[in-house]
């Protein structure tokens, strides 16, 4: 096996200086490798629920490695606002270029012997097409744990959004039970302080 230089672990390690939310103003700043590990985690409960309330058989442990690379290309292209990403087609159409572009700078700097491998975990090329709509809902239900959490510290400045990602949520929970079974059972604890989750 090859033992070539690869700077891939040490761009990634560059995750934690990529903040999100970058036009809002936020209680506490969130960076993508933060958001990334509790959509991975996310992403893992949601396969093991749907798996458990529909007798499906999601892997759930490549839900979690997709959701840990989800956003990586971000190294490069940082993190986009929706508002901003979203403001009109050609925008869409150019960032959706940038970020391809971004996975495979990202790939090439892998050893060529694993570079097929990260291609199906960072583009999802060839991926479950649930474990890609699992992360999808994590990653929503992530967002919106923040929006909950920055509205609970008192900033309003995150309300629109919140409506925004409960209306996402409830429309993705029609093809998800899962969505609806982390709801009742994991998500009001997020509005609870430290004293009343732990004692």
């Known amino acids: 096996m090859n033992k070539e230089k690869s700077h891939f672990f040490a761009q990634l390690a560059r995750m934690s200086l990529i903040g999100r ?22 992403a893992h409960m949601m396969a093991l629920i749907e798996n458990k309330l529909t007798g499906s058989d999601i892997d759930a442990s490549a839900a979690a490695v997709v959701a840990l690379y989800h956003d990586a290309p ?24 940038l970020e391809i572009m971004a996975e495979e700078k990202l790939i090439a700097m892998l050893p060529e012997e694993f570079r097929d491998t990260f291609r199906g975990i960072i583009t999802g090329s060839g991926a479950d097409e649930r474990v890609m709509r699992i992360v999808k809902d994590a990653d929503t239900m992530c967002a919106y744990i923040k929006c909950m959490t920055e509205i609970k510290a008192n900033n309003t400045e995150f309300s629109a959004a919140s409506e925004r990602l409960r209306a996402s949520l409830d429309e993705r929970a029609a093809k998800s039970p899962a969505i609806k079974y982390f709801e009742d059972v994991f998500l009001p604890s997020f509005s609870k302080t430290l004293d009343e989750i732990t004692f």
């Open 21 to 42: 939310w970058a036009l809002m103003r936020n209680v506490s700043t969130e960076n993508i490798a933060e958001h990334s590990l509790q959509v991975a985690m996310i």
């Open 74 to 97: 971000e190294v490069f292209t940082g993190d986009l606002p929706t508002p901003v990403k979203y403001q009109n087609r050609d925008i869409a159409k150019e960032y959706k270029k």
